[in-house]
């Protein structure tokens, strides 16, 4: 199983910007998706997650501004981020946890990253 974090790039303050997170693999269903940032001398922390039913959680430090989805047929995961900060400069990960075809539990899985920067 793999996922591939895709949409980073450079972008104003105020601007917007649309990660994808597409899963390949050995995949029977896809529980939890999240997703992740981690600032330059700081810890990874938790800035969105969708359950497989469409439930969605932010930290308020977001919340209003990001929005996380699913594409359940195409197995992929989007993180929708406007009115962009400088603070929201981080690399971005994508987690989900996959039940494999066979297998009894799922398993967590991490992306790549990608680099999100937001100029002042």
């Known amino acids: 199983v793999q996922l591939q974090a895709s949409g980073g790039g450079l972008v104003q303050a105020g601007g917007s910007l649309r990660l994808s997170c597409a899963a390949s693999g050995n995949i029977f269903s896809i529980n939890y998706m999240g997703w992740y940032r981690q600032a330059p001398g700081k810890q990874r922390e938790l800035i969105a997650a969708i359950t497989s039913g469409g439930r969605t959680n932010y930290p308020d430090s977001v919340r209003g501004r990001f929005t996380v989805s699913r594409d359940n047929a195409k197995k992929t995961g989007y993180l929708e981020m406007n009115r962009l900060k400088p603070e929201d400069t981080a690399v971005y990960y994508c987690?989900?946890?996959?039940?494999?075809?066979?297998?009894?539990?799922?398993?967590?899985?991490w992306g790549q990253g990608t680099l999100v920067t937001v100029s002042s």
């Open positions: 987690n989900a946890d996959v039940l494999r075809y066979g297998s009894l539990n799922p398993v967590s899985y």
